[in-house]
């Protein structure tokens, strides 16, 4: 006469509770993963595969090859925007990171009002964009703004256009989009600052060492984490920057300030739509944000 196994139903009853609780994790990743699909990964995918076609929408999709990427060598739209992106990253990261980290390091002392100032520093953030470019734009007018007024009284002579001029315009966005971003940024170097261990400034400071010494060996190499995020963020922002353009300049005067998204944005939704070529664009633009990105991870895994 056989034996029954007693760690046979054991085992199984183990087994119907791994898999009970494995449903349970999975019906609440579901719904995230399932509008991920949806929202992004299947309409990336087709955006991948529409770069190789022409489509406006309406006609049947046709396979053209590499003839959207030849287009874009001779497309000076293309080139313009591109260059405008890489001019704009290129000034607003850094801005903005000094700019985020001097006023941490501000805020960051015991001074009357700090929390007063650190909210009107974060307001713009927060605010509506549509408002705050009404305000910049009021602010920053060549002919009535309260900034070329009170140059105009400096005995400023050739008065700058600002939003208006080709010269200026690229400029008068960068800032606008430093002073609107720095204060989100502000938060993220305020939480490094305040996990920094203070034993590390005090045995500075019995060493003998200055503010500015402090600053450099102690207080930088201990945000190094919170710095390499900020400048991920900023870039990949810089390089999607699409709502500043438009509120402040509509890409103009000309294309001084038109940049990828936005060159998207007009090829695929403005006048007849090439959803192909668009397509091709993004794959660029993606491209471009994924080496970079990568090019940065690995100079931060050098540093480390």
């Keep these: 006469m056989s034996q029954v196994n007693p760690a046979v139903p054991a085992a199984k009853r183990k087994n119907r509770k791994a898999l009970r609780s494995n449903l349970v994790a999975y019906s609440f990743i579901a719904p995230n993963f399932i509008g991920f699909c949806v929202i992004t990964l299947v309409p990336m995918v087709f955006a991948i595969a529409l770069a190789f076609c022409n489509w406006d929408g309406v006609h049947e999709i046709e396979f053209i090859g590499l003839q ?82 009170l140059l105009s009284k400096l005995g400023v002579e050739n008065l700058p256009r600002w939003a208006a001029g080709k010269d200026t315009a690229m400029i008068t966005v960068i800032l606008f989009s430093v002073w609107k ?13 305040q996990g920094i261990n203070p034993d590390l400034k005090e045995a500075a400071s019995l060493d003998g060492a200055n503010s500015w010494q402090t600053f450099w060996n102690v207080t930088l190499p201990q945000l190094r984490p919170t710095t390499f995020f900020v400048v991920i963020m900023l870039t990949i922002s810089s390089f999607k920057v699409y709502d500043q353009m438009f509120m402040i300049t509509q890409g103009g005067p000309g294309n001084a300030t038109i940049t990828l998204v ?4 007009n090829v695929a939704f403005v006048n007849t739509p090439k959803y192909g070529y668009a397509s091709a664009i993004s794959m660029v633009l993606f491209v471009l944000v994924l080496i970079i990105t990568l090019i940065q991870f690995k100079g931060s895994s050098a540093d480390n």
Excluded at 262 to 265: E, G, K, Q
């Design 68 to 149: 959207n990427f030849a287009k874009l060598l001779t497309d000076k739209t293309f080139k313009t925007a591109f260059v405008n992106t890489i001019v704009y990253s290129v000034g607003t990261v850094p801005l903005t990171l000094v700019c985020s980290l001097g006023l941490a390091i501000l805020l960051n002392q015991n001074v009357k009002l700090r929390n007063f100032f650190r909210t009107v520093s974060f307001f713009p953030y927060v605010a509506s964009l549509v408002a705050v470019a009404a305000v910049w734009n009021n602010l920053f007018n060549p002919s009535m703004g309260p900034v070329n007024m």
């Design 181 to 193: 971003n720095m204060g989100y940024y502000m938060v993220i170097y305020l939480a490094g600052l």
């Design 262 to 265: 936005y060159d998207i944005y």
